[in-house]
């Protein structure tokens, strides 16, 4: 069995790359990752999940051209808010596309049909839920591989929005009722991710009961996500 230690490394270290090099990774690794992932746990063991593994440039490049025609739209409705709030100002959303430069990437796509592995009133009751969270487990499986094989890995989860969703459908051949979920960005990182916060503990662990002293009100949430998460926000929501 892998040690404690090992693990507790590998998921301290293991942050989302935005530029990587145009270094190929060898099928044989990318094989590995996939061994690893196949052992995902899911609802019902219904393990939900098909995987494209995307490598011609071409393709990237197109992927990419699709993200950011999606990200107009959501800079636009990004507008509707507040603009002490936005991400972004008018028109200008990150338009950092450095995945195109990763040497594969990994479309996970999902079967909602699988909800049948569940017991009627679990299907009923949560089933899609049930889908969404195996697919969860199975791409941040992925990343914890890719990372223990010393690669750089990114979320691209913007995948998942109806736009991109039907255009990469269209390019990558994905009939229905298969959903795309998430892209793994898999390569060789080009930049050095920088600290993230992280809570403590004693922050979110409560025992045996929910402690009333942790309880956060509306306002210390405020002030959390504009102090620990998004500081580039000018003054709390």
């Known amino acids: 069995m892998a040690g404690y230690d090992e693990l507790l490394a590998l998921v301290q270290q293991r942050r989302s790359i ?8 060898p099928d044989e690794v990318i094989h590995k990752l996939i061994e690893v ?57 990150s338009l950092s596309v450095g995945f195109r430069d990763a040497a594969a990437l990994i479309v996970v796509i999902g079967d909602p049909r699988l909800v049948d592995a569940y017991p009627l009133r679990t299907k ?17 499986t992925l990343h914890y ?6 690669l750089a890995s990114q979320y691209l989860s913007d995948s998942g929005s109806p736009f991109m969703e039907a255009m990469l459908k269209d390019l990558l051949g994905i009939p229905d009722p298969y959903r795309t979920y998430e892209i793994v960005c898999l390569g060789y990182a080009d930049m050095a991710p920088s600290a993230r916060y992280v809570r403590s503990p004693e922050e979110f662990v409560h025992w045996e009961r929910f402690d009333p002293i942790r309880r956060r009100s509306d ?4 002030e959390y996500i504009q102090s620990r998460l998004r500081p580039q926000f000018k003054k709390v929501l």
């Open 37 to 93: 992932a196949r052992y995902a746990p899911s609802a019902g063991n219904a393990q939900p999940w098909e995987f494209i593994v995307v490598r011609e440039q071409k393709t990237k490049d197109r992927i990419a051209e699709i993200y950011l025609e999606q990200l107009q739209e959501k800079a636009k409705v990004e507008e509707l808010r507040p603009p002490e709030y936005r991400f972004w100002g008018k028109d200008s959303p």
């Open 219 to 222: 306002a210390d949430v405020r």
């Open 124 to 140: 009923l009751d949560k089933g899609p839920q049930h889908i969404i969270s195996s697919l969860a487990n199975v791409v941040v």
């Open 18 to 25: 935005r530029r990587f090099r145009r270094d190929p990774v």
């Open 145 to 150: 591989a890719a990372a223990s094989l010393g």
